[in-house]
């Protein structure tokens, strides 16, 4: 007879990680919240908010830059929603803004030098699409 497999339970009293560890935010991220738009927005169920609005450009956990300031943003943008107000938030904070999808602008990438912002960027502002 096989013996079972012994689990154990870790119990953590703190997170792994501080909230702000990879991303700091400052009072550039207070124009963010003006518009609507508070740092670390979450739509909830990724799948369940693409099958409600499917023919919206969705971008889960983005990532927001500028040249100046390198990250500045992050959360879930609907891009098809979200366009009027990074603009206004840009012409506010007088900078132009580059989306990247989660992973090209995260944890190791959350320091990237413009150059490459600009080479990953999804969309940018200031631009009609």
Request: proline share 6%.
């Amino acid at each position: 007879m096989k013996s079972k497999p012994q689990w154990s339970t870790i119990h953590l009293k703190e997170p792994l990680y501080p909230n702000n560890f990879e991303f700091k935010p400052d009072t550039l991220a207070e124009a963010f919240g003006a518009e609507g738009l508070p740092v670390g927005r979450c739509f909830g169920s990724k799948s369940g908010y693409r099958f409600a609005n499917p023919n919206n450009e969705f971008i889960p956990n983005a990532n927001v830059f500028c040249r100046t300031k390198g990250k500045v943003w992050w959360g879930d943008l609907d891009l098809t929603r979200d366009r009027p107000k990074l603009e206004t938030v840009a012409h506010k904070l007088r900078v132009r803004l580059y989306i990247l999808a989660e992973f090209d602008g995260r944890f190791a990438n959350a320091d990237l030098q413009h150059t490459n912002v600009v080479r990953l960027a999804i969309w940018k502002t200031g631009r009609r699409k």
